[in-house]
């Protein structure tokens, strides 16, 4: 999904204030008694500028089977989506309709019989489209004129500039006919069916015959460049995107499709079904989004070389990602968002499964690792069940919970299948469901048949219930019987809250010195505590420790065991989870001669996502031992994959890290990201010596990076420096046109961390700019400037950002509403926020006395006539 769906530094999540409100309900699919099943989409732009244009749709409805026996009402109407339409007309054969500027109200004077059809077709204008149909920012790339507007529907954003049922359970085939001026390129779903060139205008013509929902539905128009990928199984595959990009940074995203597509339809065993395989990278995409046939992204995933050493996987991974919706979530699309995981959780997993098929174990296993972390991050925030029907917004189940939350439940069942059970199982899935809407009980039953298993307790424990297994294991070892024993704890259990007990097997491995393996797996059942026992050969000592040493359970690990094991796992274990919990748990220990272990063995670590794991565990001890340490890592990692991570992880005002970061910045050609970083860190020291280093970097045009990754860093740290003069520069960079579009995001940042150290006059000024920011043409600066209001705690900001609610989609709302509830709540005193929300108070105060003393008078007045 897109997204920040798809794009997994994006994704979203329900903040400090948990995943719904108190006024969350259940929501439901649509009835479909009667159905649209078929759009004819014409589109017209007499300019791209003026960000409008004029949209005709023909739909054809088809009442079901069981439609002679509904009732009346769901037999003569339909409601349609529609959001600020202009000069609605409506026509079709015996149909009237309401609009309220929100929803369009179908009525027929008859109602359908079974399985019959009939058309209406909507004429309206649509004009600066708060989100759907998005045009291109003026502030994109300095001095270009490149013009375009494309489409990102999910989850409920197609209802801007569509008149539809805007709900995943709805598909239809579908029609386009695209009118703009000649000279641009237009591309829809489907197959290219032809065009038309009159009075300088060019109509495109596409055609898709698969039934799809609105969320997928998919145009684009501009100036554009074509790279062809040639073709697979004679599908066409091209990439596009604004003519001011270059071909070479498009291919290079890109360029790992044809092998995918033919990999991908293997593994899940159904031929790819599209007519083509186009992807569009544009800057107003969020994320990468999944879209029949026509992949959108953001245009960052267009690399150059430098980027690559850092991104070219993860955009691989994002690419793979993508395209698994082709099966999960195209083909078999989700009957409602609830179901959401069928297709993110999937989609995700499919990223794992190309990592351990191209690349090595390792790199499957670290993006597993990854996966859960990024999942238990957001646990501590709030936890739900995989499958849920109460939520806020639609948007809201697109979380942690549903991509990599929902990835390891799949991985699990793989495990506990095995490969050929499990494999057959999807393919079966696939094939069963190809075209039609699934949910999780669909799921459940393919899995079932291909293996005989009874599921239901895995469901109700890891979907339908709240949580992950957190195991606490105490490792001892009596030599006089040569017995290991680990007692096992599971400590997450919360009935109150819905956390169940986990029913699991837990492998566990003991090695001796010369590598020989003994084993046994520890089985929870019913009960919370187990304790497993691995009997050694006479004169065999242990060695090196592992629990679920192949990766397939989902928990966290607190193990308590001899220092002399922990270093010996840290250091031999082969898989990297199990030298990840070694060194965490070394680290933890915090003592000197722990620590010295530590420092010994991360020299020696190969695999380089364990020295990310390390520095973070280091500097989270923060002593000065620790951060010694830890500079040492700053400043000798050179693997792009990991430098960002590590950098990232010594934002800590210390000597050391700052003559590492020092020493780091004087190497040549640092990828983006790990330049950017490590300026922010040299920031962070706030040190007055690094000052003009720092203004020196953020005016140097040369060192902006692509996308602005080395400018948005240099501005970060003039954020942290605290400085007048740093606070003085970053303020007066903040309007359109001065700093590249992405690091003004950056900027935003950057401005409320400096401001916080001001006198009260900058201070003011900084939270002027930042109110002027809510209204900016960037959606991201936006966004990030009611976050930085809310993080100033700017009580008086709460009307203006209320007030940019206007400027956002309905499904984004609850985003808003729990920033503005974090507001109100760091207000002292429980005193309100908001003008408007004071003013109406005293007004209904006013009202109130007004009453009261006519109440009052009243009483007076009774008494006295009483008393005479």
């Not at 009159?198 to 609105?214: A, E, Q």
């Amino acid at each position: 999904m897109p997204h920040l769906c798809c794009n997994r530094n994006g994704q979203s999540s329900s903040g400090p204030t948990g995943f719904v409100s108190s006024s969350a309900v259940n929501h439901y699919a649509p009835h479909l008694v009667i159905e649209p099943v078929h759009l004819d989409i014409s589109v017209y732009f007499k300019d791209l500028s003026s960000k409008s244009a004029q949209v005709k749709v023909t739909h054809t409805f088809r009442s079901n089977n069981s439609s002679s026996i509904a009732p009346l009402k769901e037999r003569s109407q339909i409601v349609l989506n529609g959001v600020a339409f202009e000069a609605l007309r409506v026509e079709g054969k015996g149909v009237s309709h309401s609009y309220d500027g929100k929803e369009i109200k179908l009525y027929w004077d008859s109602p359908f019989e079974a399985q019959s059809e009939r058309t209406v077709t909507l004429e309206y204008g649509v004009d600066h489209p708060v989100s759907g149909l998005l045009f291109d920012r003026r502030d994109w790339m300095p001095g270009t004129t490149d013009e375009w507007a494309i489409t990102d529907h999910e989850t409920e954003k197609a209802r801007y500039w569509l008149a539809t049922v805007d709900f995943p359970t709805v598909r239809t085939t579908l029609s386009w006919h695209i009118t703009a001026p000649e000279r641009f390129t237009s591309m829809a779903n489907g197959a290219f069916v032809g065009e038309d060139v009159k009075d300088g205008f060019k109509t495109t013509h596409w055609k898709l015959d698969h039934r799809c929902p609105s969320y997928l539905t998919c145009f684009a128009v501009g100036d554009l460049i074509e790279v062809d990928d040639g073709e697979v199984d004679g599908k066409p595959i091209k990439y596009f995107a604004a003519k001011s990009r270059k071909e070479d940074d498009v291919r290079r995203g890109f360029n790992e499709t044809p092998s995918m597509i033919k990999w991908l339809q293997k593994k899940v065993g159904y031929p790819f079904p599209w007519p083509k395989y186009y992807q569009i990278a544009l800057p107003s995409i969020l994320g990468a989004m999944e879209n029949i046939s026509l992949v959108t992204w953001v245009d960052t995933f267009a690399i150059d070389e430098t980027n690559a050493l850092e991104r070219k996987q993860l955009t691989d991974c994002v690419n793979i990602h993508e395209m698994a919706h082709t099966y999960f979530g195209d083909l078999l699309v989700i009957r409602h968002f609830e179901h959401a995981w069928l297709k993110e959780s999937w989609a995700t997993y499919i990223e794992s499964c190309w990592l351990q098929d191209h690349h090595s174990e390792d790199v499957f296993r670290n993006e597993m690792i990854e996966n859960a972390y990024s999942y238990f991050d957001e646990c501590d925030r709030y936890m739900r069940p995989i499958v849920t029907r109460k939520y806020d917004s639609s948007w809201d189940i697109f979380d942690m919970h549903t991509y990599p939350g929902g990835a390891w439940r799949i991985h699990m069942l793989r495990c506990l299948l095995g490969e050929d059970a499990f494999w057959n199982g999807v393919k079966a899935y696939v094939n069963k469901f190809a075209q039609k809407t699934v949910q999780t009980s669909d799921f459940q039953a393919a899995l079932e048949e291909a293996s005989g298993l009874n599921l239901t307790r895995f469901f109700d424990e890891w979907i339908y219930s709240k949580g992950y297994p957190k195991i606490k294991a105490d490792y001892s070892f009596d030599k006089q019987a040569n017995l290991v024993k680990i007692s096992l704890s599971q400590t997450q259990v919360d009935k109150k809250n819905g956390v169940p007990l986990f029913a699991l097997p837990l492998e566990i491995e003991v090695a001796d010195e010369k590598g020989n393996v003994y084993s046994t797996v520890a089985e929870f059942d019913r009960e919370n505590k187990i304790v497993a026992f691995i009997p050694l050969p006479k004169d065999v000592s242990p060695h090196v420790l592992r629990i679920d040493p192949n990766g397939k359970v989902l928990f966290t690990l607190e193990l308590n065991a001899d220092e002399d094991i922990l270093e010996n796992t840290a250091k031999s274990a082969k898989d990297i989870m199990n030298r990840i919990h070694a060194y965490y748990e070394l680290v933890k220990t915090g003592t000197r001669a722990s620590l010295k272990t530590v420092r010994k063995l991360i020299k020696e670590e190969s695999f380089y996502s364990v020295r990310i794991h390390v520095s973070d565990a280091l500097s989270k001890l923060k002593t000065p031992f620790a951060l010694e340490i830890l500079a040492e890592l700053f400043a000798n990692e050179q693997d792009p994959n990991a430098m960002y991570s590590v950098f990232d992880n010594c934002f800590i005002a210390d000597k050391n890290i700052r003559e590492a970061a020092l020493k780091v910045l004087k190497r040549d050609n640092l990828p983006y990201r790990a330049h950017a970083s490590a300026l922010a860190v040299l920031g962070y020291q706030h040190n007055e010596k690094d000052l003009p280093y720092l203004l020196e970097v953020a005016k140097d045009e040369s060192k902006v990076g692509q996308f602005g990754l080395i400018r948005g860093g240099a501005l970060k740290a003039l954020g942290y420096h605290r400085s007048e003069e740093s606070f003085k520069y970053l303020i007066s960079r903040a309007d359109i046109g001065l700093e590249n579009p992405r690091a003004r995001q950056a900027l935003v940042k950057a401005i409320r961390e400096s401001a916080q150290w001001q006198e009260d006059r900058y201070k003011r000024m900084a939270i002027d700019k930042l109110v002027e920011l809510l209204r900016d043409d960037n959606g991201y600066v936006r966004k990030q400037s009611v976050a930085e209001l809310v993080n100033l705690k700017v009580k008086n900001s709460y009307d203006d950002i209320d007030a940019s609610r206007a400027l956002i989609a309905k499904d984004d709302y609850p985003w808003l509403d729990r920033k503005l509830k974090s507001l109100q709540e760091s207000s002292s005193g429980g005193e309100k926020v908001g003008h408007e929300t004071i003013e109406k108070l005293e007004e209904r105060i006013k009202k109130l006395e007004s009453k009261l003393l006519d109440i009052a008078a009243k009483e007076e007045a009774a008494k006295a006539k009483k008393q005479d």
